[in-house]
């Protein structure tokens, strides 16, 4: 029997997915939906927050009528032991790659603009180390490390964006409609993907002892980050115009650098860094958790600290993998977030499959 | 115990960190570029001039003190080079310190280089780690590099801290564009709302500064370009104006008096002190300091063939000098000269929106009240703003009100 430990609270749960899925707003995410919306940037923000927390919906169901229990168990209840370990799989291999694709993102943030000379191994090395110590420490260790730095990541983004407001010009957010009312709802829809990783609620369903919780985790984190990216959006178009934002791969860096309130107040990137590396490590060690729980359980191991040895020195040569930084934003725009759409899919599928068998909830007790 | 030897471990290891990392450099390892000049190049591209701080010479009070000798506070470098990373690179080779320009603050480009359009090392500014989109865009008269080798600020020694507070002045003299920072340079070319406007600067000689720069002695105070106030004295730099621009190509320059005109339309003007013809005695003048009273309205109707923009300016004002003697507290007479004032700010203001739509250049950004009406970009890109601009039709009103008087009512007699 997989052996799972610790315990989250809705308060927690809240914090560690929108501390997850908003710390992509320091990297190209929010270049992507201005490139898709223009200067209506901001409202695919909106459609993809909507998008994002109705795909989270099945996930949230799932979870509902599987109380208490992991990926792999609710796999294997809702689908069978042969294709309820083959899903959690996927849906381990996707955390992975997410995982990859983040810790090589952060990393060539980290080498454009503060280590140019450092090469990327030494900076993925250190990241990896702390994500697999805090991963080792299990659940609770992540998600209250979360709570203690998540009012830093969020104070110190707020910061910026109100610094930079007295920059924002609103004549840059139109026309209004950007490219029009279809393109903007598309790409919302498309880059819903962008919460798939709050898919991480479902690999860590076992820690919430109420199911309600873990509804309010879910959608109440991926609401919040939607207006976080909706904020960044509309102040990143606003201070930079939608053709110039829209070629912008650290917005929230780019944002601080502009940053001149006299002599008194420059060079804020230096304190939006050391957000960027707090929240960096909380997204890295949050997914190593989730894809290293979600493979032991598929794998069938009795603990998932075994496999993080192996995993974390795996992940390090998989992120040096892509040959350069445009590689990296294509693979994960391209392939890790239409996969995303698949990897939420899953649940749908597991919760249908449970439905149709009669797994799960009051059935199942019965 | 065992819990210990770990944190000893740990401790040991954290020390590997001690060492710094591949980035590490030391301070005075530094030669810190304060300002880049460029022109056109002879040999090659770019003629690049990189001023680079003495910190000995600028440090201490301001006017006195810190280092001693006649050592110029900045260190000069001129060198041909196809691009400005390339002339750092070539600067490396006989500095002998690490040239950094993370502590650049200004961008001095000369009139030559600006009006061939030639400034596409505005890429590397933007892309490149060290340098910032917050450095201010100069553009000299002269020669960048002349400008930075003859500039003598004489009330302080640090020349980029004389330039920045040059730059603060705009909010009392309305006679520099409200921002030239790089960012916004760039993002009104990529967007194409309105065009860029820059700062203008100017370096004097002495003979030249005396004879006013070939203007006539009794213009207002405001009507001079950089590099042509009838003056003596004083450091030898002049910053006043502005450098319009056709999307990176500069296309002419704008006086302090038509930049005061342009902050207004801008929504940015603050307070200036103007000088208007006396409308009882023409051949006079009165001094009047202006404040805005209301926020500018532009509005663009587009429903036309021709674009028509409309601009409401409301401003109130105090009087600091009648030359003429007459008696403005007096009702009728205050009526006149609000009416006068009015009459004169409206005309210049259309003058300058005339002179931007001869330069096909909307530097006022009347294009940035026209964007709202289109849905899409698409319908805003099919409307071609730019090539609508200059046969827009052009209405002004300004509302002005005489507040204050200053601190008595009636003029001297002096003319009795």
């Given at each position: 029997?997989?052996?799972y430990?610790?315990?989250?609270?809705?308060?927690e749960?809240?914090?560690?997915?929108?501390?997850?899925?908003?710390?992509?707003l320091?990297?190209?995410?929010?270049?992507?939906l201005?490139?898709?919306?223009?200067?209506?940037?901001?409202?695919?923000?909106?459609?993809?927050?909507?998008?994002?927390?109705?795909?989270?919906?099945?996930?949230?169901?799932?979870?509902?009528?599987?109380?208490?229990?992991?990926?792999?168990?609710?796999?294997?209840?809702?689908?069978g032991?042969?294709?309820?370990?083959l899903?959690?799989?996927?849906?381990?291999?996707?955390?992975?790659a997410s995982?990859?694709?983040?810790l090589?993102s952060?990393?060539?943030t980290f080498?454009?603009?503060?280590?140019?000379?450092?090469p990327?191994s030494?900076?993925?090395?250190?990241a990896?180390?702390?994500?697999l110590?805090?991963?080792?420490?299990?659940?609770?260790?992540?998600?209250r490390?979360t709570?203690?730095?998540?009012?830093?990541?969020?104070?110190?983004?707020?910061?910026?964006?109100?610094?930079?407001?007295?920059?924002?010009?609103?004549?840059?957010?139109?026309?209004?409609?950007?490219?029009?009312?279809i393109?903007t709802?598309t790409?919302g829809l498309?880059?819903?993907?962008?919460?798939?990783?709050?898919?991480?609620?479902?690999?860590?369903?076992?820690?919430?002892?109420?199911?309600?919780?873990?509804r309010?985790?879910?959608?109440?984190g991926?609401?919040?980050?939607g207006?976080?990216?909706?904020?960044?959006?509309?102040?990143?178009?606003?201070?930079?115009?939608a053709?110039?934002?829209s070629?912008?791969?650290?917005?929230?860096?780019?944002?601080?650098?502009?940053i001149?309130?006299g002599?008194f107040l420059?060079?804020?990137?230096?304190?939006?860094?050391?957000?960027?590396?707090?929240?960096?490590?909380?997204?890295?060690?949050v997914?190593?958790?989730?894809?290293?729980?979600?493979l032991?359980?598929?794998?069938?191991?009795?603990?998932?600290?075994?496999?993080?040895?192996?995993?974390s020195?795996?992940?390090?040569?998989?992120a040096?993998?892509?040959e350069?930084?445009l590689?990296?934003?294509?693979?994960?725009?391209?392939?890790?977030?239409?996969l995303?759409?698949?990897?939420?899919?899953?649940?749908?599928l597991?919760?249908?499959?449970?439905?149709?068998?009669?797994?799960?909830?009051?059935?199942d007790?019965? | 115990?065992?819990?210990?030897?770990?944190?000893?471990?740990?401790?040991?290891?954290?020390?590997l960190?001690?060492?710094?990392c591949?980035?590490?450099?030391?301070?005075?390892?530094?030669?810190?570029?304060?300002?880049?000049?460029?022109?056109?190049?002879?040999?090659?591209?770019?003629?690049?001039t990189?001023?680079?701080?003495?910190?000995?010479?600028?440090?201490?009070?301001?006017?006195?003190?810190?280092?001693?000798?006649?050592?110029?506070p900045?260190?000069?470098?001129?060198i041909?080079?196809?691009?400005?990373?390339?002339?750092?690179?070539?600067?490396?080779?006989?500095?002998?310190r690490?040239?950094?320009?993370?502590?650049?603050?200004a961008l001095?480009?000369s009139?030559e280089?600006?009006?061939?359009?030639n400034?596409?090392?505005?890429?590397?500014?933007?892309?490149?780690?060290?340098?910032?989109?917050?450095?201010?865009?100069?553009?000299?008269?002269?020669?960048?590099s002349?400008f930075?080798?003859?500039?003598?600020?004489?009330?302080?020694?640090?020349?980029?801290r004389?330039?920045?507070?040059?730059t603060?002045?705009?909010?009392?003299?309305?006679?520099?564009?409200?921002?030239?920072?790089?960012?916004?340079?760039?993002?009104?070319?990529?967007?194409n709302y309105?065009?860029?406007?820059?700062?203008?600067?100017?370096?004097?000689e002495?003979e030249?500064?005396e004879s006013?720069?070939?203007?006539?002695?009794?213009?207002?105070?405001?009507?001079?370009?950089?590099?042509?106030?009838?003056?003596?004295?004083?450091?030898?730099?002049?910053?006043?104006?502005?450098?319009?621009?056709?999307?990176?190509?500069?296309?002419?320059?704008?006086?302090g008096?038509?930049?005061?005109?342009?902050?207004?339309?801008h929504?940015?003007?603050?307070?200036?002190?103007?000088t208007?013809?006396d409308?009882?005695?023409?051949?006079?003048?009165?001094?009047?300091?202006?404040?805005?009273?209301?926020?500018?309205?532009l509005?663009v109707?587009?429903?036309?063939?021709r674009p028509?923009?409309?601009?409401?300016?409301?401003?109130?004002?105090?009087?600091l000098?009648?030359?003429?003697?007459?008696?403005?507290?007096?009702?009728?007479?205050?009526?006149?000269?609000?009416?006068?004032?009015?009459?004169?700010?409206?005309?210049s203001?259309?003058?300058l929106?005339?002179?931007?739509?001869?330069?096909?250049?909307?530097?006022?950004?009347?294009?940035?009240?026209?964007v709202?009406?289109?849905?899409t970009?698409?319908?805003?890109?099919?409307?071609?703003w730019?090539?609508?601009?200059?046969?827009?039709?052009?209405?002004?009103?300004?509302r002005?009100?005489?507040?204050?008087?200053?601190?008595?009512?009636?003029p001297?007699?002096?003319?009795?």
């Amino acid at each position: 029997m997989y052996q799972y430990e610790g315990h989250i609270s809705r308060r927690e749960g809240i914090t560690l997915i929108f501390a997850v899925l908003s710390s992509m707003l320091f990297l190209q995410y929010p270049q992507f939906l201005v490139e898709v919306g223009g200067p209506a940037g901001w409202q695919v923000a909106l459609v993809m927050t909507l998008g994002g927390m109705a795909t989270l919906l099945p996930v949230i169901a799932l979870i509902r009528r599987f109380p208490g229990r992991g990926l792999d168990q609710i796999s294997k209840a809702a689908a069978g032991v042969v294709l309820g370990p083959l899903l959690t799989l996927l849906i381990a291999t996707w955390l992975l790659a997410s995982l990859v694709l983040s810790l090589r993102s952060f990393t060539e943030t980290f080498i454009v603009t503060i280590l140019p000379d450092t090469p990327p191994s030494p900076v993925m090395v250190m990241a990896v180390l702390c994500a697999l110590y805090a991963s080792y420490r299990g659940l609770e260790a992540i998600s209250r490390a979360t709570q203690i730095l998540l009012p830093l990541i969020a104070g110190g983004s707020l910061l910026v964006l109100l610094f930079s407001l007295p920059r924002v010009d609103t004549s840059l957010l139109f026309p209004f409609w950007g490219h029009g009312l279809i393109p903007t709802v598309t790409g919302g829809l498309y880059y819903a993907s962008m919460a798939a990783e709050a898919v991480v609620i479902l690999a860590f369903g076992y820690a919430f002892r109420d199911p309600n919780d873990a509804r309010s985790s879910g959608l109440v984190g991926t609401l919040l980050f939607g207006l976080g990216a909706t904020a960044v959006a509309v102040v990143l178009v606003g201070v930079f115009g939608a053709p110039t934002a829209s070629q912008n791969p650290f917005p929230l860096f780019n944002l601080a650098r502009l940053i001149y309130l006299g002599r008194f107040l420059q060079r804020m990137e230096s304190l939006i860094i050391m957000f960027w590396v707090f929240a960096a490590l909380v997204r890295l060690a949050v997914l190593m958790h989730a894809a290293t729980v979600t493979l032991g359980g598929a794998l069938g191991l009795p603990h998932y600290r075994p496999l993080l040895f192996s995993l974390s020195v795996m992940i390090i040569p998989l992120a040096l993998l892509p040959e350069d930084f445009l590689v990296t934003l294509r693979l994960d725009r391209d392939w890790l977030r239409p996969l995303g759409f698949a990897v939420l899919l899953i649940p749908a599928l597991l919760w249908l499959l449970a439905v149709i068998r009669r797994k799960g909830g009051e059935t199942d007790a019965a | 115990m065992r819990h210990k030897r770990k944190v000893g471990f740990l401790l040991l290891l954290l020390l590997l960190t001690l060492s710094g990392c591949w980035n590490k450099i030391e301070i005075e390892e530094n030669a810190f570029v304060l300002a880049i000049g460029v022109d056109k190049g002879e040999q090659d591209l770019y003629r690049i001039t990189m001023a680079m701080a003495r910190p000995e010479k600028l440090a201490g009070k301001e006017g006195g003190g810190g280092g001693g000798g006649e050592e110029k506070p900045l260190v000069l470098s001129t060198i041909e080079a196809p691009s400005l990373t390339g002339a750092l690179s070539m600067l490396n080779g006989y500095i002998g310190r690490n040239v950094t320009l993370q502590h650049a603050k200004a961008l001095f480009v000369s009139e030559e280089l600006a009006r061939d359009g030639n400034l596409q090392f505005l890429d590397e500014v933007i892309r490149y780690r060290e340098t910032r989109q917050t450095i201010f865009l100069v553009v000299t008269k002269q020669d960048a590099s002349q400008f930075l080798e003859g500039m003598k600020p004489e009330l302080g020694k640090n020349p980029m801290r004389y330039i920045e507070q040059l730059t603060y002045n705009y909010r009392r003299t309305a006679m520099l564009p409200a921002a030239s920072q790089i960012s916004d340079f760039v993002s009104q070319v990529n967007v194409n709302y309105s065009q860029p406007l820059s700062y203008y600067a100017a370096l004097v000689e002495e003979e030249e500064s005396e004879s006013g720069g070939g203007k006539a002695a009794d213009q207002s105070e405001a009507s001079h370009t950089a590099g042509e106030l009838p003056r003596q004295g004083g450091s030898n730099v002049e910053m006043i104006g502005g450098a319009a621009f056709k999307q990176q190509k500069m296309v002419g320059t704008l006086s302090g008096e038509e930049i005061r005109h342009y902050l207004l339309l801008h929504d940015a003007f603050h307070q200036a002190v103007a000088t208007f013809k006396d409308p009882k005695e023409p051949e006079s003048s009165v001094s009047v300091r202006l404040s805005r009273k209301r926020p500018s309205d532009l509005w663009v109707d587009v429903s036309g063939s021709r674009p028509r923009l409309s601009a409401a300016i409301s401003l109130e004002g105090e009087i600091l000098g009648v030359q003429s003697g007459v008696d403005y507290s007096e009702p009728e007479q205050q009526a006149a000269l609000e009416a006068s004032i009015e009459q004169q700010i409206e005309d210049s203001i259309r003058t300058l929106i005339k002179r931007t739509q001869e330069w096909e250049s909307d530097i006022v950004g009347f294009g940035r009240h026209a964007v709202p009406q289109f849905p899409t970009v698409e319908a805003w890109e099919t409307y071609d703003w730019p090539s609508k601009y200059p046969k827009a039709e052009v209405q002004v009103d300004v509302r002005f009100t005489l507040r204050r008087f200053g601190l008595t009512l009636s003029p001297l007699q002096l003319r009795q």
